[in-house]
């Protein structure tokens, strides 16, 4: 299932890009440039998350709405039409659905970041990069956002809130790192390849059937569990629902493989990103 696509950083957002906006005006340490790289992505997410809703009678409640009709959908179609089967169904497929939804609105946004926000590309004292980061950390609010739904779904189904909710952080690290490798892939070959976009949205539908989020990994055959097994996004996927749902510890050495996995990703996306940038600002 598609997440709807998520609006870009916008041009508007340039008026941040300029240096010298930070208290001393100066950044020419590498920690007083980290410090300005920082706040500008601070400042970026900020406005961003505000432009989405900006005019809006519901406000950021809207940002609730897509993850809470797919589970009206979900519950309704596997509670009811096809049963599986499954205890605390609503809270067993929401502790899946918001990172999955987090993943997917990311990755179906990232092909038109750099398209879209060509004059703040082409600014010279600006990292196209952030644009990414950008889009991944404003996505992860509307995802903590709706955070407080999944935990009044596990009070009401009796499931017990533990202390493994201290390996969020961890969980989000990862997929973070993982959401931003992707994110730079699609973003610069979607520069000069305008079907990686397309691609993406078919790619992101079917993914979502072959990741455990309206159903268990238990249930997938044996002969296709190496296919779960190796998939970062899916492994993700598991780790929350046991911390939200089961209150148990994810599978350390899973959650390993996804970790390397996100790294490797990251590391081919910023490649794929730094040797193509002269070539991106050119062509947009």
């Known amino acids: 299932m598609q997440a709807r696509k998520q609006p870009t950083v916008g041009l508007d ?60 959908v979900l519950v309704f179609l596997f509670n009811k039409v096809v049963p599986l089967k499954i205890d605390d169904y609503p809270a ?22 750099f398209v879209n926000n060509r004059d703040l590309v082409r600014r010279p004292n600006f990292e196209p990069y952030i644009i990414v980061i950008v889009n991944t950390v404003s996505n992860l609010l509307i995802y903590l956002v709706a955070l407080p739904i999944l935990f009044v779904l596990l009070v009401l189904d009796g499931r017990v809130i533990t202390s493994m909710l201290i390996i969020l952080p961890v969980l989000s690290l990862i997929q ?14 979607n520069v000069f390849y305008r079907d990686v976009q397309q691609i993406v949205s078919v790619a992101v539908m079917l993914l979502f059937y072959m990741t455990p989020v309206f159903y268990s990994f238990d249930s997938v055959s044996e002969n296709y569990r190496i296919i ?57």
């Open 176 to 189: 973070g790192i993982l959401t931003v490798g992707l994110g730079l892939m699609i973003a610069t070959l």
């Open 92 to 113: 067993f497929v929401f502790s899946a659905l918001l990172p999955w939804t987090w993943f997917s609105s990311c990755l179906s946004a990232a092909g038109g970041l």
């Open 13 to 72: 957002l340039a008026q941040f890009t300029n240096p010298n906006i930070s208290v001393s005006g100066r950044y020419t340490s590498s920690v007083s440039s980290a410090v300005y790289k920082f706040d500008l992505i601070w400042h970026l997410v900020k406005r961003d998350f505000s432009l989405r809703f900006k005019r809006s009678a519901l406000g950021v409640l809207w940002s609730l709405v897509l993850p809470l009709a797919q589970l009206l």
């Open 228 to 284: 779960y097994t190796l998939s970062p996004v899916s492994i993700l996927i598991q780790s929350y629902r046991s911390i939200f749902f089961y209150g148990s510890a994810p599978d350390w050495e899973l959650l390993l493989v996804a970790g390397i996995s996100s790294l490797i990703f990251y590391a081919i996306g910023y490649l794929i990103y730094k040797r193509n940038l002269h070539n991106v600002i050119d062509e947009i």
